[in-house]
């Protein structure tokens, strides 16, 4: 994938959040930029409760003098992925550190990348590697319960993005329709020239 500027853009919806993680390292140590959009929309197997109580477990655990010192655990879904990613890399390294700086993770999909084509992961989806009737759950909404505040600006946001998205769709619809009307016209008024046509000769042009 030609990566451009910015890097690939991963949308993460309906993702799972260990296969994406994995297939995101694997890229950054390739030394390729990453930038995965919409975080919240990511997926994990299990259900919402046995996730929250494995959480709960996880987030209790603390320096046993000084908390300041860490562990911390995060409450915003595009920096749980991004630990997530981390465990995956020789973070510790000096090659791992850079590595690591690579990769960009947010919530929603910000204007910088609105506008850039943005792919997806099959070896990561739900829908194709989890199988059927097994139980799932949103992170972002397993963060809202958590604690994570934010859950009702990311999605107010996104309903606005997908207007602006749909009017520039209806746009960019009527300009095809007057483009191929267009070439209709200009085909009656001249016609088409093929290569390898026996009929036109060197000279008649």
């Known amino acids: 994938i030609n990566a451009g500027v910015h ?7 309906q993702h799972l959040l260990g296969r994406l993680a994995a297939v995101v390292a694997k890229q950054l140590l390739r030394g390729e930029r990453v930038v995965v959009v919409r975080c919240e929309q990511l997926e994990t197997s299990g259900s919402f409760v ?9 987030d209790c655990k603390r320096h046993l003098t000084n908390p300041k010192k860490g562990p911390f655990h995060t409450k915003f879904p595009n920096k749980v992925f991004m630990r997530v990613v981390r ?7 000096a090659r791992g550190y850079a590595l690591f ?3 960009k993770a947010t919530v929603g999909i910000p204007d910088a990348y609105a506008k850039k084509k943005r792919v997806v992961c099959p070896r990561a989806m739900r829908v194709l590697r989890l199988a059927p009737r097994r139980d799932f759950c949103s992170v972002g909404e397993l963060c809202a319960n958590l604690g994570w505040r934010f859950k ?7 309903e606005e993005r997908k207007a602006k998205a749909l009017i520039w769709y209806k746009n960019k619809c009527q300009i095809e329709k007057l483009q191929q009307l267009a070439e209709k016209q200009v085909d009656k008024l001249i016609p088409r020239l093929e290569f390898g046509d026996p009929k036109i000769k060197i000279g008649t042009l």
């Open 7 to 13: 890097g690939v853009i991963v949308d993460a919806r």
């Open 50 to 58: 046995r996730n929250k109580l494995q959480w709960l477990r996880k």
């Open 87 to 93: 465990g995956m890399m020789p973070y510790k390294t």
């Open 101 to 103: 700086k690579n990769l």
């Open 152 to 158: 009702a600006v990311v999605e107010k946001y996104e």
